[in-house]
């Protein structure tokens, strides 16, 4: 598989992906929902608060993940948030996923990223490092229908301290249909 950081041009693609992934695993609905997500950031979320990991496999589009900026009010470290990210069903479960995480936490770390939080199951994010935090760790930017699957890691090498202040997302990903 091969990496890139450049969407601009292959948003369209993209949002493709992010439909179609879940709309074969999650139903039709939740895959308008996730491909609206994917539009609503490229539409209106500034470059330098987003990063997007794609995986090609050849000219073919396999996977993908988007981070995006979260800032805490009393905390000048770089926060970004993974959501979301889809591998192609014919691609699932052959490690590609994985590794796709992995290089995007790459990226995060070159940039300077300092602190990666999550929203999801965390038996798959604790193979890419990430672990089970609290509010009292870094509050989330809506209420949470399920606790357990906010999840963070810090990127700097050491243990992560709890954010300070109100976390806020990118206004995308702050409808509360997605948490
Ligand atoms: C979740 C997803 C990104 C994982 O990518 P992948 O390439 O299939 O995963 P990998 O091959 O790297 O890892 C496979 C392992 O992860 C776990 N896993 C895979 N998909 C999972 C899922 N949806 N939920 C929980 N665990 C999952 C399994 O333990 C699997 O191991 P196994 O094959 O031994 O059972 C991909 O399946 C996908 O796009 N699913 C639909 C969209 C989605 O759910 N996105 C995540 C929202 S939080």
Known sequence: MDFTTQH????????????????????????????????????TVDSRDMIVVCGRDGEDLIGSIIFTRMTYAEDDRTVFILSPVAVAPDHQRKGV?????RHGLGVLRETGVDVVLTYGDPTYYSKVGFEQITEQTAQAPAPLSYPHGWLGQSLIGKALEPLKGPGRCVAALSDPSYW
């Open 8 to 43: 601009s041009g292959h948003e369209a693609e993209i949002i493709a992906l992010f439909t179609d992934t879940f709309t074969a695993s999650e139903g039709a609905a939740e895959g308008q929902l996730i491909g609206k997500l994917a539009a609503d950031m490229f539409a």
């Open 97 to 101: 996923g994985q590794s796709l995480l």
